[in-house]
Nanobody, 119 residues
Framework: QLQLVESGGGLVHSGGSLRLACAAS????????ITWFRQGRGESREGVAC????????HYADSVKGRFTISRDNAKSSVFLQMNSLEAEDTSIYYC????????????WGEGTLVTVSP
């Protein structure tokens, strides 16, 4: 079982940067792929980036490719999302979630952290 806690959200101007963190507690964190999802008000949930457990391969949605970077530190049971060149359209609640492989249904979710990008 994993518990996930996101942090690092906040208010930033368009063009700015934020770094989100997903801290895990529990067993076998390094067995799980971790995905960052986001959901804006009135919008459907979108997977924006995922990092594999074994080889650390990263996968990105087209909407964030070239602007966001996902990374993990298994020694610290943490995953990070560096977000650069933020746009108003990136305003959402960001969640991290754990699954066996990228693309599979998530087994564990965090509570989310709010990112607001002002125009």
């Amino acid at each position: 079982q994993l518990q996930l806690v996101e942090s690092g959200g906040g208010l930033v101007h368009s063009g700015g940067s934020l770094r989100l963190a997903c801290a895990a507690s529990g067993n076998n964190f390094d067995y799980y792929a971790i995905t960052w999802f986001r959901q804006g008000r009135g919008e459907s949930r979108e997977g924006v980036a995922c990092i594999d457990s074994r080889n650390g391969a990263a996968h990105y949605a087209d909407s964030v490719k070239g602007r966001f970077t996902i990374s993990r530190d298994n020694a610290k049971s943490s995953v990070f999302l560096q977000m650069n060149s933020l746009e108003a359209e990136d305003t959402s609640i960001y969640y991290c979630a754990a699954s066996w492989v990228c693309g599979n249904s998530a087994q564990y979710w965090g509570e989310g952290t709010l990112v607001t990008v002002s125009p």
